[in-house]
């Protein structure tokens, strides 16, 4: 039950967390791209990597891994909006639109995993770990 109130409490900081940074950025660039959506999926992707390394060297635990990646993360990464809001382009009939918003995202996200991952093990290979 108290991983269920981890997850949980994870959820609603990850999902804020989302709904702020995601409407600054689509406020930043304009409404004709959902920009917040892939910004928050790439930073999102960027952070599971660099957390993911990092809990391989120094385990957040039983408790705080739910947490951080099942609740903080996963309510963060909004893969079933960016599904939405594809299926919404298509409907709209803005292919190009749709097929930017497929590839940058599933892309940019891919790459932004690794490149978390390598800056956690760059930064532990700086603090001599």
Do not use: H
């Not at 060297?57 to 951080?68: I, Q």
Request: net charge positive; hydrophobic share 60%; aromatic share 12%.
């Amino acid at each position: 039950m108290l991983k269920l109130a981890l997850i949980a409490a994870g959820g609603a900081v990850g999902a804020v967390l989302r709904y702020v940074l995601s409407g600054l950025i689509q406020q930043w660039a304009g409404p004709d791209f959902p920009w917040g959506t892939l910004g928050v999926n790439v930073a999102g992707s960027f952070v599971i990597g660099l957390l993911w390394a990092l809990a391989e060297y120094a385990p957040f635990g039983p408790r705080w891994t739910p947490f951080v990646f099942v609740g903080v993360i996963g309510a963060f990464t909004t893969f079933s909006t960016y599904a939405l809001e594809c299926v919404n382009l298509l409907r709209d009939g803005e292919v190009r639109l749709a097929l930017l918003n497929l590839l940058a995202s599933n892309l940019l996200a891919l790459g932004a995993v690794v490149l978390g991952f390598f800056a956690a093990r760059s930064l532990l290979t700086l603090a001599g770990r």
